[in-house]
């Protein structure tokens, strides 16, 4: 069973929980095989942003997304485990910055995430 959660939870907390979701499951992707190589990723970090009220409504306007880069260093082996090349700081994902009215702005609309409560 999954951990419990409350049901009303700040969105700084749910913004914790998320990084670290995502870092932890780009962790279980990797290693990808490739036809006798393989692709690695280590040091995976969210780099975190805080957006004021005035840069959310600017992103609104203009047409713009909030959200946080998720990067790491991707390292490529060939068959006997020597690293081919390494690409540092590499972004993996752009992670969507969730807002104290608890919503997503992705290319300007504001997108509310629903909550379903089960029994």
């Given at each position: 069973m999954s951990e419990l959660s409350p049901v009303l939870t700040d969105a700084a907390?749910?913004?914790?929980?998320?990084?670290?979701?995502v870092v932890r499951e780009?962790?279980?992707v990797f290693p990808v095989d490739l036809k006798g190589r393989t692709l690695e990723v280590k040091d995976i970090r969210v780099h975190?942003?805080?957006?004021?009220?005035?840069?959310?409504?600017?992103?609104?306007?203009?047409?713009?997304?909030?959200?946080?880069p998720v990067k790491g260093t991707l390292v490529?082996?060939?068959?006997?485990?020597?690293?081919?090349?390494?690409?540092?700081n590499f972004t993996l994902t752009h992670l969507p910055w969730f807002s104290e009215r608890h919503t997503i702005v992705m290319d300007g609309n504001e997108y509310q995430i629903a909550n379903m409560l089960r029994r």
């Open positions: 907390t749910l913004r914790e929980r998320v990084r670290g979701k780009l962790e279980r975190e942003r805080e957006y004021s009220p005035e840069e959310q409504k600017s992103a609104l306007l203009t047409g713009d997304s909030l959200s946080e490529l082996k060939d068959g006997e485990g020597r690293v081919v090349n390494e690409a540092r």
